[in-house]
T-cell receptor
Framework: AQSVTQLDSQVPVFEEAPVELRCNYS??????LFWYVQYPNQGLQLLLK??????LVESINGFEAEFNKSQTSFHLRKPSVHISDTAEYFC????????????FGKGTLLTVNP | DAGVTQSPTHLIKTRGQHVTLRCSPI?????VSWYQQVLGQGPQFIFQ???????GRGNFPDRFSARQFPNYSSELNVNALLLGDSALYLC???????????????FGPGTRLTVL
């Protein structure tokens, strides 16, 4: 079985500041890793994913995450945040090749203040 | 193209009642998964259906059941509702049951169930 720990439940930052949302996972098998974003009263949107290959993955809106197998981490970073990035962010894991039974962390609420 | 749709958007029930939630996947997607998201928590996997068969089940009681229809839409049923069943129920669809970089899960907006 897999598990995910998101170390921060809330992260407040000022606009244009850098941010890192931390995610650690536990698994006895190889995994796929995901970051999803949830805006208020909406469903989940996939932000980025690591399946294989390059350990650094990027999204179209400036977020990036790095898969670190030795530290079992998949932290999400953005060098400069916008007000519109305010949302709940969920890290998720699934067994490699599975792609359906996602195990989510409890989420990190990112609040970007002007 | 329409994304994953769910109905109803909101629902209020009382303890002991039964509820049915509905999900229509993206056209061409044959797999549907259901998740429960309790306030303040991440989503928890309930079921996956593929080609009308249950392919996976999470740690939920037998009060929870689901089915998938020939058009790949799905229903989630919950019997004997408890206060703790109050949550956002999310449906996700994907092309196949598993595997592949293209087999991304797309989530619907969810159904907000409140049990009084």
């Amino acid at each position: 079985a897999q598990s995910v720990t998101q170390l921060d439940s809330q992260v407040p930052v000022f606009e244009e500041a850098p941010v890192e949302l931390r995610c650690n996972y536990s698994s006895s098998v190889s995994v796929y890793l995901f970051w999803y974003v949830q805006y208020p009263n909406q469903g989940l949107q996939l932000l980025l994913k690591y399946l294989s290959g390059s350990t650094l993955v990027e999204s179209i809106n400036g977020f990036e995450a790095e898969f670190n197998k030795s530290q079992t981490s998949f932290h999400l970073r953005k060098p400069s945040v916008h007000i519109s990035d305010t949302a709940e962010y969920f890290c998720a894991v699934t067994k490699s090749g599975s792609n359906y039974k996602l195990t989510f962390g409890k989420g990190t609420l990112l609040t970007v203040n002007p | 193209d329409a994304g994953v749709t769910q109905s109803p958007t909101h629902l209020i029930k009382t303890r002991g009642q039964h509820v049915t939630l509905r999900c229509s996947p993206i056209s061409g997607h044959k797999s549907v998964s259901w998740y429960q998201q309790v306030l303040g928590q991440g989503p928890q996997f309930i079921f996956q259906y593929y080609e009308k068969e249950e392919r996976g089940r999470g740690n939920f009681p037998d009060r929870f059941s689901a089915r998938q229809f020939p058009n790949y839409s799905s229903e989630l049923n919950v019997n004997a509702l408890l206060l703790g069943d109050s949550a956002l129920y999310l449906c996700a669809s994907s092309l196949r049951a598993s595997g592949g970089a293209d087999n991304e899960q797309f989530f619907g907006p969810g159904t907000r169930l409140t049990v009084l």
